[in-house]
């Protein structure tokens, strides 16, 4: 069946703009992870959803990242006044309410 | 930041060698999974392990839940070109709701 899916796979945002990710995750998946990998690192949790809510959120950086998932099933990362340091892959990941977590192909972000 | 200590960093093998990796924690885990990435890609998830001591096979691939509970093995036995990519140990603390925390990685390459 259909994976997870995420658009766009590449964003290239001048510092400042704001930035919207997709995440389809597969269907019937309760659960949503947003992660954050930087180049040569392992990902590195950002927020969690169970169906519509946001249950965890103590990985986002800076109350710049705002994630929804307004009917429990699509999500989006919202980054607002991108900076560079933002520059990353973003990989989201669901779960049928399992501890097992399947990924994405992920957003590569590079702001300029 | 990431809290397992992931080894090694890199691999250089022979085709049809096996190969060893680990991961570490001074934390107490209660589900070890073993991801492995390649390029431009999400991580793709290859065993999951839920209880101490547990053995768990997937094709050539081998993993152990460490008994102390703060470490796990990945065994890849006969390893093909298609091993190359890399692979990450990611862990579920008691108390952390659902996010993972992840090693650096283990970075294989596969000689012919």
């Known amino acids: 069946g259909a994976g997870v899916s995420q658009s766009p796979r590449y964003k290239v945002a001048k510092r400042g703009q704001d930035v919207a990710l997709r995440c389809d995750p597969i269907?019937?998946?309760?659960?949503l992870f947003w992660y954050q990998q930087a180049l040569g690192q392992g990902p590195e949790f950002l927020t969690y959803?169970?169906?519509?809510?946001?249950?965890?959120k103590s990985g986002l950086p800076s109350d710049r990242f705002f994630a929804e998932r307004p009917e429990g099933s699509v999500s989006t990362l919202k980054i607002q006044r991108t900076q560079q340091e933002d520059s990353a892959v973003y990989l989201c990941?669901?779960?049928?309410?399992?501890?097992?977590?399947?990924f994405g192909p992920g957003t590569r972000l590079t702001v300029t | 930041g990431q809290q397992l200590n992931q080894s090694p960093q890199s691999m250089f093998i022979q085709e049809g060698e096996d190969v060893s990796m680990n991961c570490t924690s001074s934390s107490i885990f209660n589900t070890w999974l073993w991801y492995k990435q390649d390029p431009g890609e999400g991580p793709v998830l290859l065993i999951a392990l839920y209880k101490a001591g547990e053995l768990t096979s997937n094709g050539r691939l081998t993993a152990q839940f460490g008994i102390t509970r703060k470490d796990s093995f990945l065994n890849i036995s006969a390893s093909i070109p298609s091993d190359v990519g890399i692979y990450f140990c990611a862990g579920l603390r008691s108390g952390s709701a659902r996010q993972l925390t992840f090693g650096s990685g283990t970075q294989l390459t596969v000689l012919p």
């Open positions: 990941a669901s779960s049928p309410d399992s501890y097992e977590q399947y």
């Open positions: 959803f169970q169906n519509e809510a946001q249950l965890d």
């Open positions: 269907s019937g998946h309760v659960s």
